[in-house]
């Protein structure tokens, strides 16, 4: 099948370069240090609890960084085939337009995850030198890691579909990280939230709607991670957001008086299964554009 | 059924650069087509449209008898194209390509034999990026020729290689030619396509400004052959006029210029001069296809332009084709 064809020529072009060896290698670096160290013999805590602190931090890590890898990884999947001219032959061969770009959305995918699975077979086996367990939570961060960095290639294999030249790839790389990721950080004026917030209600002078700017910023691939996250997690580690559109932000302060833990009641579309359908959106959505665009353009 | 069919085929880039201008022409089975124009004339464009590599603004193209914007796998699985302006991912190797070019295709050949034929078999190995233009340009010529395609797209062929290289894929051409496979085959270069084709077709500024066989062009356009003679000293008084066919003489130093109206009086006037003058060198052209071409395009686009005419959009034409 060319699909497939397609595939496995560019997975064995993209393995060779050496960039992504040199991103990988990175990757795993930065978190085999995360594990070396959690795993220090002076540790105050438990093994279960050190292991799993350790999986959730190389989470946070993988979120603003695996972002980065992937975008790397991808940003010329497309337009660089079209700059360098191996466009004429992916299509002089009995390649459909859809072909290459299923092709390359799927060699991408693979070399991103190859990659993700490179680093946690690290993290895996230096937690189990050091800590001398892996944590329950384990399987679900692997996926979870995995099916963010498949959102990204979705994201990046577009765009790359939408640019003819490396340049404009690469501002279009950066304009994603930074919609996607810099200005979801939570970071106080330049966060979505305060922009939205400012346009909504400063400048078109409406009523504030925080659930409404909660659900904007709730649209960032960042934001459903850290949420979808919580799907994973023991409660006592989940990370709260969205505390203004708490329904039921007395009753949690006053059961936290007591001593007890309730969780919060938010409408649907800020619950932390949302992010699922989060998720579901930046994987086909971009995908759908980027291909309808890729079979319209004139590839010369 | 004709190998190429196209009707009122039109590309216009942006709003008003038009690359293609209500583009008629066949093919037919068996041909050895050459197409033919300078830089910018549209060639590429056109092939681009017939490989669906761009949509036509207007018009259809058949390939094989198949619709190119609705079906271009079902045509790319019967063709072979040596495209302008393509790329390698310079981490693979020559082999690996034709490997995934005979998977693609899913043909029988052995890509050991297709690497040989195009003479790149020694470094087959080797990776892509390390070729130099004319290997690259043989590697994919030989992608061309896998799983015996009934016809065969060639974009500026000859570009990069050596005149080895170049006497070379004339033969594999013809040899490929004998056996059915109808060649398509564009050049700016003249005696390239006089040196192989059956037809020639001679586009310029978007039209097809002449289709024909390559004598009956040159009975059309009138044009004239000429011979140059060196000689020893400053021929004077040769009486060259008296020699039947000679159109013009003109005299430049030792140099003496003979415009014939047919190649066969060469030999003419060869022989005349010879007894009048000691000949040191001779230098002949062919029925001037130069002036033939240029008969047929006013010289291209960059002579015949007028200055201020369309400036940016004749320069975008051009990028286009430099590019494409």
């Known amino acids: 099948m060319s699909t497939l064809a397609v595939t496995r020529k560019d997975f064995k072009g993209v393995r060779r370069a050496k960039t992504l060896w040199l991103v990988t290698g990175l990757l795993a670096v930065l978190s085999g240090l995360l594990a070396w160290v959690a795993g220090d013999p002076g540790r105050m805590a438990s093994d279960a609890a050190v292991a799993r602190d350790l999986f959730n931090a190389i989470a946070v890590l993988m979120s603003f960084l695996l972002p980065i890898v992937v975008l790397v990884a991808c940003y010329l999947a497309i337009a660089g085939e079209r700059e360098s001219g191996g466009i004429k032959f992916l299509l002089s061969l009995p390649n459909s337009r859809r072909d290459v770009f299923v092709g390359k959305f799927l060699s991408r995918t693979l070399v991103v995850g190859s990659s993700v699975l490179v680093m946690f077979l690290v993290v895996i086996a230096l937690s189990l030198v050091r800590i001398g367990t892996v944590p329950g939570v384990m399987l679900g961060i692997v996926a979870l890691v995995t099916l963010y960095g498949a959102v990204f290639v979705s994201i990046a294999v577009s765009l790359s579909a939408f640019v003819k030249t490396r340049s404009r790839a690469i501002g279009s790389a950066v304009g ?74 007395a009753e949690i302060e006053a059961a936290a008086m007591n001593g007890r833990e309730i969780a919060p009641e938010l409408p649907v579309y800020l619950t932390d299964e949302f992010s699922l359908g989060v998720f579901a959106f930046w994987l086909v959505v971009p995908l759908a554009i980027g291909y309808w665009r890729f079979q319209r353009a004139d590839l010369d | 059924m004709p190998s190429i069919q196209t009707n009122g085929l039109t590309k216009v880039f942006g709003e008003d650069v038009v690359a293609v201008d209500d583009l008629d022409l066949t093919i037919e089975e068996g041909e050895i087509f050459g197409f033919l124009g300078p830089n910018g004339a549209g ?33 790319r699985e019967r063709i072979g194209v040596l495209p302008e302006g393509f790329g390698y991912d310079g981490n693979l190797t020559a082999r690996e390509y034709v490997e995934w070019t005979v998977q693609t295709k899913g043909a029988t050949d052995d890509p050991t034999e297709i690497l040989d034929e195009v003479g790149i078999l020694d470094d087959a190995d080797r990776k892509v990026g390390g070729y130099s233009k004319g290997m690259q340009q043989r590697l994919a010529f030989g992608m061309s020729l896998v799983g015996d395609p009934d016809l065969l797209i060639l974009d500026e062929p000859s570009s990069g290689l050596d005149p080895n290289g170049i006497q070379h894929m004339r033969e594999v051409i013809r040899e490929r030619a ?16 006089e040196a192989v084709c059956d037809r020639v077709g ?123």
């Open chain 1, 176 to 249: 994603a990280y930074f919609g996607l990721i810099i200005i979801n950080l939570g970071i106080p004026v330049i966060s979505v939230k305060s922009i939205v917030s400012y346009a909504h209600h400063d400048i078109l002078g409406m009523a504030r709607n925080p659930d409404l700017y909660n659900f904007i910023w709730y649209l960032s691939p960042l934001v459903a991670f850290q949420k979808a996250k919580n799907l994973i997690m023991p409660l006592e580690m989940r990370s709260t957001m969205f505390r203004d559109s708490f329904r039921n932000e």
């Open chain 2, 43 to 75: 060639k590429s464009t056109t092939i681009n449209m017939l490989l669906d590599f761009i949509r036509p603004t207007e018009g259809s193209a058949q390939v094989l008898g198949i619709d190119a914007q609705e079906n271009p796998k079902r045509i």
């Open chain 2, 202 to 324: 001679v586009m310029n500024e978007g039209r097809m400004v002449a289709v024909d066989t390559i004598d009956n062009l040159r009975d059309q356009a009138g044009g004239t052959a000429s011979i140059d003679l060196e000689c020893a000293s400053e021929p004077d008084n040769l009486g060259l006029g008296s020699v039947g066919g000679v159109v013009d003489v003109t005299v430049e130093d030792a140099v003496l210029s003979v415009e014939v109206e047919d190649p066969s009086v060469k030999v003419d006037v060869v022989n005349h001069v010879s007894d009048h003058a000691e000949v040191v060198d001779i230098l002949s052209e062919s029925t001037s296809l130069e002036e033939l071409f240029n008969t047929y395009t006013g010289g291209g686009r960059d002579s015949d332009r007028a200055a201020g005419e369309a400036e940016g959009g004749d320069g975008l034409a051009d990028a286009q084709e430099v590019s494409a």
């Open chain 2, 178 to 193: 004998a056996n059915g496979t109808t060649v398509f085959f564009s050049s700016h270069i003249l005696s390239e396509v």
